[in-house]
């Protein structure tokens, strides 16, 4: 039972971007993130979810010298599947800052927080899909339904500035997909498009027969906000016409809270069995030149309420 005196939509874990935690049968919460200096991997465990801002953290992989995975560690996940412990993050290279692909790594051995990690390289596409990870490719996460795994990871494509969308696959191994990619979405509406053109940071919630997909939008600053995609358990999840798009943001920035810039989330279950999204923002609204490279970006909680017809409710009250 958490203290009933936590404070929800306040900084929790200060300075940990796009904050993922992963709840195992072993009891344990593992905590993960992206920090200020882009440069590692770092991980927490603790058996109660809101104690984990006061756990040790440590560092379980640092980034190359040079070459792939030597710049921009992003955006972390960790994950058991297929009965093995992986981390998913995003890299690019020293002299190409800005090639960033989606990487891998997995445990030796049974216990992710003690037990070493070895490199498993780039994530590899289906043998007939010349597209997937080939540009600038990021945030994979994945999710299990019906047997089947699967990755959903952001893309860039296009000329100039280039658009990021959301793609599917299904998995074969945790390192590789067996089918080529789907178009999920693309940002289609004005709040997806503030400084760029941006779908990315997928993270998955299942609740009921219904699977709730959010995403974040628009450029890393004030304007960076949570859409949110539907789709039935039951349903061809490889048809891009059985997912339904939310036509506003299910969560974006309140100056009256001073949470400025709320994304790049994930979902958990806390020991009560309340559906919590863990996400980071701002706490204020004067960013100063590039927002990817200001530390301003908390990790913090909220509790989803459920509506009566079954959709979650993102609120920042309470």
Do not use: C
């Given at each position: 039972m958490h203290n009933a005196n936590f404070k929800f939509n306040q900084p929790w874990?200060?300075?940990r971007a796009d904050p993922y935690i992963y709840f195992h049968s072993d009891g344990w919460y593992y905590f993960t993130a992206s920090v200020p200096e882009y440069d590692r991997i770092i991980l927490r465990r603790s058996?109660?979810?809101y104690d984990l801002d006061k756990a040790e953290e440590i560092t379980v992989w640092k980034k190359h010298d040079s070459g792939p995975m030597s710049?921009?560690?992003?955006?972390?996940?960790?994950h058991f599947i297929m009965g093995k412990w992986v981390i998913y993050f995003s890299a690019g290279e020293k002299d190409d800052i800005w090639k960033i692909r989606p990487y891998a790594l997995e445990c030796t051995g049974s216990n992710p927080y003690t037990d070493p990690w070895r490199e498993r390289g780039m994530l590899r596409p289906a043998a007939d899909d010349c597209f997937s990870f080939q540009g600038f490719s990021l945030d994979a996460?994945?999710?299990s339904v019906r047997d089947e795994h699967y990755l959903i990871w952001a893309e860039k494509v296009g000329v100039g500035k280039q658009i990021s969308n959301l793609y599917?696959?299904?998995?074969?191994?945790p390192f590789s997909l067996k089918t080529v990619q789907v178009l999920l979405?693309?940002?289609?509406?004005?709040?997806?498009?503030?400084?760029?053109?941006v779908n990315e940071g997928p993270s998955v919630l299942i609740h009921n027969q219904t699977i709730y997909l959010t995403y974040s939008a628009s450029d890393t600053g004030i304007h960076y906000c949570i859409g949110m995609l539907t789709a039935n358990i039951y349903a061809d999840l490889l048809d891009p016409k059985v997912w339904k798009k939310s036509p506003v943001p299910v969560l974006?920035?309140?100056?009256?809270?001073c949470i400025f810039g709320p994304g790049h989330n994930s979902f958990v279950k806390d020991a009560e069995g309340?559906?919590?999204l863990i996400y980071h923002a701002r706490t204020t609204s004067h960013i100063v030149e590039n927002p990817l490279y200001n530390p301003d970006r908390h990790a913090m909680l909220m509790k989803i309420k459920w509506s009566q017809n079954d959709q979650p409710v993102f609120s920042f009250e309470g």
């Open positions: 874990i200060n300075q058996r109660d979810l710049y921009h560690i992003w955006a972390p996940e960790i996460t994945v999710f599917i696959g299904k998995m074969d191994t979405t693309t940002p289609d509406y004005e709040w997806e498009r503030f400084g760029l053109w974006k920035s309140d100056e009256a809270k309340n559906d919590i």
